[in-house]
């Protein structure tokens, strides 16, 4: 192995410039920036002025030594820029003394131009004449270069020179625009803040910040990179290390320089070879806490004293009381401490608590305390960090450790037992300092839980609640692992954790391998077992394996002292699955038993008997399912929200019988259920609008949707439905302009259901058809065929309505198009494939494709009628089409007679009666544009002649030649219609618009 680098822990100046290159973390941004600046002024006329401000530690001097370094190094700047890099600890209280160690560093550097001859004529000179002559040998001996001075605590400097030598030094750098500089400092002092200081907004300032754990981890597999250590990084890589990462960025609170000092120690597991340097450790580093504490105002001191005597963040209420002072004046001063880097503060709810952001810096005060030559606390909370619970004791059973440990390791342990596992909470701490309020009250829970139960466990939640699901599902495989070391519980908890990142994630299959691995452990216990079943199961169901599903549930019914619990749910699903397969006796059998047999969670009972409610329904046996619902409502204490859910389901179950003022009574009481979902509330007042709209009553029914929309919380779904159900009545009130608002509202939801977006869009399309824009018709329904994931009966829909619209527009290439690729859609529904067949050959009819079009309505007629049930669709227009195609007769005839023909021989007479009469209403509605007698007579007379011998057909014959005899009369005569018995009078003044009264039949 190589030798270690020399890494200087207070001088980095000292260590060579490539081995800091080497170990440089987190900024490597702000240092190329650095550079850039630098040389800018070198080259430019536009000089910058740099300050980096940072505690102690933070890698100031790190920084620069690499500014410098970097510089020194561009030979492009040889002859463009000398580097005066000053000695910190001198001090200057004026601007003769700051020229003259501006030229001394100059020397060291350039010993051949800024000679130490030059100076000793000045030394004879007043300091007015000498401060003159200085400044000029400066500018003198620069020539044509720019002058870089690099000031380590610029803090210093400042308060020897006072205000008029501040004021001083501005000047001449004013007047001499040859110099740029580069500072450092421990805060942003007032002679740079105060708006009157003459550096006020001079300096461009970066605050260097702590290190995070991360950036920790980075910079300790640097230094172990730098050393050859291979060993070492793999071990940083492990639990055990990353866990003495904690452990150590809990003592440096993010500060470089203590993380180089501890690095020798990270995969020490010696307690011995840990307990004495540390100790050695301790008493290098407390002069330097001491004198950081001792360079405080007195009120802050005491503040910073107390706080590191204390555990916890404490608040500010508790500080104030314990130090005799206002909550106002402690507040004030903890606020410069924070900016002072002193301090960190966190939020819980509105109070602010404090705490030590080194607890390093807790060895000052303890050491003074401790007289007595007892355990150091900040040790005894390193080993508590350090190792865990099991190493704690088992290091202290060990025979070879010595009493030195052994005292530590006691100490270590007795703190855990009396003050909790503080390795798991700063765990905790760090995830919940990452997460926003919302994540920590979801998550927090869950991670603290795990933190008890393992680390890595608890690391793992950790990682999944920032959204880093593939280092959390890592963790976790590790855990799971067969040489783990870990307990089956951990590895059980694991594996549960496993499965369900992976069913968030849509991994299926993933989330079911790691249940298996689960069910495959020793000696799991049977809660464990019976929970991963039913989650299997769960899973089965999704993946459309309900053979194993069911055999998972089965198992779980079955297994010996399961929790009743995981029974009732394994039961409720098994209903749940047999009704999908239409076994509803199984089904109503399975919510029996939880109802019936089991002690159930009253929330698993309501379940079952709103399940076996909604079977009894779907069954037609609307008393039972009432009954069901009831029994949630009146008999059980159950949770409101499935006393929702009953109520709204009961509400269904009224409305489908037509009791819609029961309906409405239910609805209505889940709108005042105190404390009732919004999930549930949203569906009652979607459910009773709809049921108000059935009523006649549109203003209420636009009410509730209104009520819905405007929700607090209301779920996305509920939303697009009441939008889109209010556009609806908007649309049949004839306000084109809120329909297409609502409509138009809909598709913007964001995560809105693709259903709702495609029935909105072919919705809007619709009116903008009706409108007459037809553009942004077929904009809206092209939207729906591109629709990701759009349901293939929206998309039949929308290629039929687009047909029919560039039909309208005369593109008859296109409308075809989009007919024929109706029948290639996988999944499309059969109807909409018939009403594109239907289509097509009434496109194929109006564009002179006789035979191409009979082949078309025939698929179509036949599809139809071998579906169960039957559809054979409309063929209205097919005879619109066909009656304006010709008015020669002997054509007429003969493509009536096989018009004629397809609809007998696919059984659809009926449908080409119903046509025929629609088609005399369409007539009829143009009375001032009605067809010749001629014209119509021989219209009558070809369909006479096809069907004469169909006894099917005599009926609708009868009807038919009734209305053209109407037509032939112009239209306006009733008292034809006689000719018709009172039941299919009725038909035909239903299609010709008539009243049916002996007034409206008596002849004019």
């Known amino acids: 192995m190589k030798d270690r680098a020399f890494l200087s822990v207070f001088t980095p100046s000292r260590t060579a410039p490539e081995d800091l290159e080497a170990i440089t973390v987190q900024r490597q941004a702000l240092l190329a920036d650095a550079v850039e600046r630098a040389h800018e002024s070198a080259t430019t006329g536009n000089k910058h002025h740099l300050l980096f401000v940072g505690p102690r530690g933070t890698g100031k001097t790190h920084l620069v030594t690499l500014l410098v370094h970097r510089l020194g190094q561009d030979r492009t700047l040889d002859k463009r820029l000398r580097i005066a890099w000053l000695n910190e600890d001198e001090t200057s209280t004026s601007l003769l003394e700051l020229l003259r160690r501006i030229y001394e560093a100059l020397n060291k550097r350039y010993p051949d131009e800024f000679t130490p001859d030059a100076l000793e004529p000045l030394f004879d000179l007043t300091p007015e004449d000498a401060e ?104 940083l890589d492990s639990a055990t290390g990353r866990s003495r990462i904690r452990a150590l960025h809990h003592l440096s609170g993010g500060n470089h320089r203590i993380y180089i000092v501890l690095s020798q120690f990270i995969n020490r597991d010696s307690i011995q070879a840990l307990v004495e340097p540390f100790a050695k450790m301790v008493d290098e580093m407390t002069p330097y806490y001491q004198e950081r504490i001792r360079w405080l105002p007195a009120q802050q001191r005491k503040i910073v004293e107390f706080l590191c005597t204390q555990d916890r963040p404490t608040p500010v209420k508790q500080i104030a009381r314990r130090l005799f002072a206002t909550q106002q004046t402690v507040s004030s001063q903890l606020k410069d401490l924070r900016g002072k880097g002193y301090v960190q503060s966190a939020q819980r709810g509105r109070e602010s608590l404090y705490e030590i952001a080194e607890p390093m810096m807790r060895i000052c005060v303890e050491i003074k305390e401790n007289q007595n030559q007892g355990p150091l606390r900040v040790l005894v909370d390193f080993l508590r960090v350090w190792y865990d619970g099991h190493e704690l004791n088992a290091r202290l059973s060990d025979d070879r450790t010595d009493r030195l440990a052994r005292v530590y390791l006691a100490s270590a342990i007795e703190a855990n037992q009396a003050k909790g596992n503080l390795r798991a909470r700063l765990l905790v701490d760090a995830f919940n300092a990452e997460l926003d309020e919302a994540g920590r009250a979801q998550w927090g829970p869950l991670i603290e839980a795990c933190a008890e139960q393992s680390e890595e466990l608890a690391l793992a939640c950790g990682h999944w609640a920032k959204g880093e699901d593939a280092e959390a599902l890592r963790i976790l495989d590790e855990i799971a692992g067969v040489n783990s070391g870990q307990s089956i519980e951990v590895k059980t ?15 299926l299959v993933l989330a079911k391998n790691a249940l298996d691995a689960l069910l495959a452990l020793p000696s799991v216990s049977v809660e464990e077992i019976a929970g991963a079943l039913v989650n299997r199961g769960a899973l089965y169901w999704q993946l459309g394996d309900s053979n194993r599903e069911i055999a998972d549930y089965s198992a779980v019914i079955d297994l010996p002292q399961a929790p009743v619990a995981l029974i009732a749910k394994a039961l409720i699903n098994r209903g749940v699955t047999y009704g999908q397969r239409s076994d509803s006796d199984k089904e109503i059998a399975d919510y029996s038993a939880v109802i019936d047999r089991l002690q159930a969670p009253i929330t698993l009972v309501a379940q079952a008997l709103v399940n076996r409610g909604m079977t009894y329904g779907q069954r037609g046996d609307k008393d039972k399912a009432i009954a069901d619902y009831s029994a949630v409502i ?14 709204v389901t009961r509400g269904v179950t009224y409305g489908q019988r ?84 609502d409509y138009s509202a809909v598709v913007e939801l964001p995560q809105a259901p693709v259903e709702g977006i495609a029935r909105a869009l072919i919705n809007r399309g619709r009116i903008y058809g009706q409108c007459g824009d037809s553009d942004k018709a077929i904009a809206d329904y092209s939207a729906v065929i591109e629709l990701p994931q759009a349901p293939v009966e929206w998309a039949t829909r929308a290629l039929v309505n687009r047909a029919m619209t560039y039909w309208k527009l005369n593109d008859l290439e296109q409308s075809q198009r989009d007919l024929e690729a109706v029948s290639r859609l996988i999944g499309a529904p059969l109807e909409r494939r018939v009403d594109a067949c239907l289509a097509l050959a009434m496109l194929h009819i109006a564009t002179g494709r006789w035979d191409v079009a009979m082949v078309a309505l025939g698929d179509g007629l036949r599809e139809g009628i071998n579906a169960a049930p039957a559809y054979q669709g409309d063929s209205t227009n097919i005879i619109s089409a066909f009656f304006d195609s010709t008015l020669q007769p002997a054509i007429r005839r003969e493509r009536t007679r096989s018009l004629f023909e397809v609809y007998r021989d696919a059984d659809a007479i009926t449908q080409l009666g119903e046509a025929l009469t629609r088609h005399l209403g369409r007539l009829h509605a143009d009375t001032e544009k009605l067809p010749s007698p001629d014209n119509l007579e021989t219209w009558a007379a070809a369909w006479e002649e096809a069907g004469k011998d169909i006894d099917a057909f005599r009926l609708p014959l009868r009807l038919f030649r009734t209305g053209i005899d109407f037509l032939k009369a112009g239209g306006t005569d009733p008292g034809i219609l006689l000719d018709l018995n009172q039941e299919e009078r009725r038909l035909l003044e239903q299609v010709f618009g008539l009243e049916s009264s002996p007034e409206a039949l008596r002849a004019g």
Request: charged content about 20%; aromatic content about 8%.
């Open 132 to 235: 003159n002559a200085l400044a000029q040998l400066l500018l003198k001996t620069l020539l044509d270069r720019t002058l870089l001075v690099v000031v380590e605590n610029l803090d210093a400097l400042f308060e020897g020179l006072g205000q008029t030598g501040q004021q001083k030094l501005r000047a001449f750098i004013q007047e001499h625009p040859v110099l740029s500089m580069v500072t450092t400092a421990q805060r942003l002092i007032d002679d740079i803040a105060r708006r009157q200081s003459a550096f006020f907004g001079f300096f461009q300032t970066e605050y260097l910040k702590p290190l995070s754990l991360e950036q920790a981890r980075e910079l300790l597999r640097n230094i172990a990179r730098l050393n050859g250590q291979s060993d070492v990084i793999a071990f």
């Open 493 to 507: 908890r694991a594996l549960n954790l496993a499965g369900e990142i992976y069913y968030k994630q849509g991994e």
């Open 634 to 647: 009146d008999r059980l204490q159950a949770p409101v929200e499935w006393i929702a859910r009953a109520l």
């Open 658 to 741: 037509g009791d819609n003022d029961k309906a409405i009574a239910d609805y209505s009481a889940v709108i005042e259920l105190p404390q009732a979902p919004a999930e549930w509330i949203a569906g009652a007042f979607v459910n009773r609008g709809a049921t108000y709209g059935q009523c006649g009553d549109n203003n209420k029914a636009i009410a509730d949707y209104s009520a819905v929309i405007e929700l607090p919380q209301a779920p996305v779904e509920w939303i697009s439905r009441a939008l889109f159900n209010r556009g609806v009545i908007y649309g049949q009130h004839g306000d084109s302009d809120k329909a297409i608002l």
